[in-house]
């Protein structure tokens, strides 16, 4: 019997993407997983979309799961990860794809490797979800240290293993760029992220989408190593500079 991996997405206002998403969750080659759409208070046809979905595939691996109001990412996807029945926990965010081999392979990996913590390769994809093929190539591993300046690890990317890592240690922190911030308190807690160098994701770039925010995304990473870090203003400015040479190279 497969051990269930619990999928986590935080749904808000994804119409026009979350149709594709469920369809690369239901292609996957592993089918022991369980997809937790945590619903942040859309103001769009998102919901109606979603149910219609589950009805139509009759598929009771999908769940529902609608927070009050909109609360951001990371309290949804900390909703999630307390709705999780799985030992093992992915992410994936509701405009981006995953390659029908990527549970599969990474889980297989991440057993492998006797890890807790695994991400794997991915390529930029335009709004349409078609690859650009500038594929991002991943380290081994990453320790904390390193992944100061190395933010490779892409959150559609990542894999927990909740029989090595506390849950409550994956709890997002209720802040700007909360993924890198877990990724950190994470790694600072002793455990080493494992990297499977193969393209097993598409990270869409819509145009508007806050990452796209180049001037936001630096002001983000910039207060994560001074605020969230503690970090001294000559270790933060050492990291940052490293971070953007890498996140610029990823990008050309």
């Not at 589950?54 to 999908?62: A, P, T």
């Amino acid at each position: 019997m497969e051990e269930l991996i619990s999928i986590i997405v935080p749904v808000y206002n994804a119409e026009r993407f979350i149709t594709e998403t469920m369809d690369c969750v239901l292609a996957q080659t592993y089918s022991g997983w369980e997809l937790l759409l945590v619903e942040d208070g859309s103001s769009d046809r998102t919901v109606e979309v979603i149910e219609q979905y589950i009805g139509e595939k009759q598929e009771n691996r999908i769940r529902l799961i609608r927070q009050p109001e909109n609360m951001g990412a990371a309290r949804a996807r900390n909703r999630g990860l307390q709705e999780a029945k799985g030992r093992y926990i992915a992410y994936l965010d509701a405009d981006d794809l995953w390659m029908p081999e990527k549970l599969e392979h990474e889980l297989a990996f991440l057993k492998e490797k006797n890890a807790a913590f695994a991400f794997t390769g991915y390529e930029f994809a335009d709004e349409n979800g078609a690859g650009t093929g500038k594929i991002v190539r991943v380290p081994e591993t990453l320790t904390y240290r390193q992944a100061l300046s190395n933010t490779t690890i892409f959150t559609t990317t990542v894999m927990f293993d909740r029989a090595r890592i506390d849950s409550g240690l994956l709890e997002m922190p209720v802040i700007k760029s909360e993924d890198t911030a877990l990724w950190w308190k994470v790694l600072k807690n002793g455990y080493v992220a494992y990297g499977l160098d193969e393209n097993l994701a598409k990270y869409r770039r819509a145009g508007k989408s806050l990452s796209s925010n180049k001037l936001e995304a630096l002001r983000r990473i910039w207060n994560l190593y001074r605020k969230a870090e503690n970090l001294s203003i000559p270790s933060s400015a050492m990291h940052f500079c490293l971070w953007a040479v890498r996140a610029v190279k990823r990008r050309l």
